[in-house]
């Protein structure tokens, strides 16, 4: 297994790499070159007249074909097969996470590349750099768009061709790190946010101050004063009149008020409620103030103490000194 590893990370060209991205990392600037050196071969023919120059110069031509086209084979390869690891190795990962590690970190695009290497290149877009080409002399801020200068912008000083080469890689392992930099962070703080909302929740339910639902016990119905929806009762605070009969005896009240509640009296309640008046009907003292509560100092007749003992029927007993 390590040898099969170790096998589609080695290059045509017999370069070894211990990681995919090293050796993609190998095949881009190899690509890069090849269209460099490609196109300064082609200015070189054309600026010679010498048959003997462009021949050798078709053939190292023809030799740098074959070179980038088993430079290609190499990159379709290990583009297949590093797919095919990502699968075998990543099987406990699921297809969002997969499709999280291919978003542009650095830009508000949301939806996923298709493969690594076309989120590698977009990102060149995004990384800011301050560079000068060394042929024309014009600024860049973006890597990608340097790099894309560098491409075609050609001249005839090795050490500039050079130093210009030396630049574009330098440009993008700069955008690589901070590619892998940026998508290591997003990832912690995913895995952050997930592990603060697990805990949350869990804190919530072992915390014993947090919110309970209370259980309503409703009171017995004998208990009056508890029930719900019931009044209190108060005592009446006023007596209605007592009729006067012809004969003098005065007569119960046909109806008590409480709490406006009328509550009607039968003739055998009104007699147990108001007894016999049979002693009081030669009484002639004002019946009608003394039932309507009229105060006792307004007629000065003696009250004597409660001995027991009902009163007689001598009128004389009730009559005003």
């Not at 009229?294 to 103490?305: G, K, M, N, R």
């Amino acid at each position: 297994m390590r040898s099969l590893a170790a096998k589609q990370r080695q290059c045509t060209c017999s370069a070894r790499f211990r990681t995919e991205i090293d050796l993609k990392r190998h095949l881009s600037d190899h690509a890069e070159q090849r269209r460099v050196s490609l196109i300064r071969t082609l200015f070189s023919i054309a600026n010679h007249d010498t048959p003997q120059i462009r021949e050798r110069m078709i053939g190292d031509l023809q030799a740098e074909a074959l070179k980038h086209e088993a430079h290609t084979e190499a990159d379709d390869e290990s583009s297949s097969e590093s797919d095919i690891d990502q699968d075998s190795d990543g099987d406990s990962e699921s297809e969002g996470t997969r499709a999280e590690a291919l978003v542009c970190p650095s830009c508000p695009r949301s939806a996923p590349f298709p493969t690594r290497q076309k989120l590698r290149r977009h990102h060149e877009q995004d990384t800011e750099c301050h560079e000068v080409c060394v042929f024309c002399h014009v600024s860049f801020k973006r890597v990608r768009k340097f790099k894309r200068h560098a491409e075609t912008c050609v001249g005839d000083s090795e050490r500039k061709r050079a130093y210009m080469d030396e630049t574009c890689k330098e440009l993008t392992i700069l955008s690589d790190t901070k590619l892998e930099k940026a998508l290591r962070e997003r990832k912690k703080l995913s895995r952050d946010e997930s592990e603060q909302a697990a805990n949350s929740v869990e804190r919530a339910g072992r915390n014993p101050r947090a919110p309970k639902r209370q259980r309503t016990r409703q009171r017995h119905a004998d208990n009056a004063t508890d029930a719900p929806n019931l009044l209190p009762w108060a005592a009446p605070t006023a007596i209605d009149h007592y009729l006067v009969r012809s004969s003098g005896a005065p007569t119960a009240p046909a109806n008590v008020h409480i709490q406006n509640q009328t509550l009607s009296l039968s003739t055998e309640a009104t007699e147990a409620v108001v007894p016999s008046l049979g002693v009081l009907e030669e009484f002639d003292a004002p019946l009608m103030h003394i039932m309507n509560s009229v105060p006792l100092e307004t007629y000065s007749w003696p009250v004597h103490p409660y001995d027991g003992n009902l009163p007689g029927n001598d009128p004389a007993a009730y009559r005003l000194s």
